[in-house]
T-cell receptor, first 110, second 113 residues
Framework: QKEVEQNSGPLSVPEGAIASLNCTYSDRGSQSFFWYRQYSGKSPELIMSIYSNGDKEDGRFTAQLNKASQYVSLLIRDSQPSDSATYLCAVNTNAGKSTFGDGTTLTVKP | KAGVTQTPRYLIKTRGQQVTLSCSPISGHRSVSWYQQTPGQGLQFLFEYFSETQRNKGNFPGRFSGRQFSNSRSEMNVSTLELGDSALYLC????????????FGPGTRLLVL
């Protein structure tokens, strides 16, 4: 089992729809959770960080964390073609080690 | 503030050679992490340096090594290059070690022939 698993893509949604990206992790000691967006040919850039159970909203993006279920998700509301990218889930353990999922490629169709 | 910079951006080497990649973190950031990204394996953690000390290490062979200088700049070295080392090597900096947000550089694309 991989340490961080993301729902297999690619994921395609129409413009204006909600895109839902999911991630599960195996290390119960994990404390910090991040979503990065990576455009083709570019390096990852941080979208959201979340540290405690519940929802965290930032504009059109909402991160959800459930430590009991070892699950973290990212919702993108009103998806735009510019949201088309690969989304990486990253989990940090107490020891500071970062583990990334393989990413989910999202395509938003106009 | 200037972002994370990496040099060189592109590199072509042959099997058996060695290579050194450089990373300059955001000013004030003391932690530097290195990652290897390939289409098949995704983003793999290589190691993290903080205050000139290696804090964490991923599951890579000893051919991969690194160091950090007193100004927080970091270098990564790969000796005896193999074809499978062809990848995008990303450096990320953060203020402190541990649970901090990481900011990625543009990467060095290495091709081993």
């Amino acid at each position: 089992q991989k340490e961080v698993e993301q729902n297999s893509g690619p994921l395609s949604v129409p413009e204006g729809a909600i895109a839902s990206l999911n991630c599960t992790y195996s290390d119960r000691g994990s404390q910090s959770f991040f979503w990065y967006r990576q455009y083709s040919g570019k390096s990852p850039e941080l979208i959201m960080s979340i540290y405690s159970n519940g929802d965290k909203e930032d504009g059109r993006f909402t991160a959800q964390l459930n430590k009991a279920s070892q699950y973290v998700s990212l919702l993108i509301r009103d998806s735009q073609p510019s949201d088309s990218a690969t989304y990486l889930c990253a989990v940090n353990t107490n020891a500071g080690k970062s583990t990334f999922g393989d990413g989910t490629t999202l395509t938003v169709k106009p | 503030k200037a972002g994370v910079t990496q040099t060189p951006r592109y590199l072509i080497k042959t099997r058996g050679q060695q290579v050194t990649l450089s990373c300059s973190p955001i000013s004030g950031h003391r932690s530097v992490s290195w990652y290897q990204q390939t289409p098949g394996q995704g983003l793999q953690f290589l190691f993290e340096y903080f205050s000139e000390t290696q804090r964490n290490k991923g599951n890579f062979p000893g051919r991969f090594s690194g160091r950090q200088f007193s100004n927080s700049r970091s270098e990564m070295n790969v000796s005896t290059l193999e074809l499978g080392d062809s990848a995008l090597y990303l450096c990320a900096s953060s203020l402190e070690t541990g649970s901090e947000t990481q900011y990625f550089g543009p990467g060095t694309r290495l091709l081993v022939l």
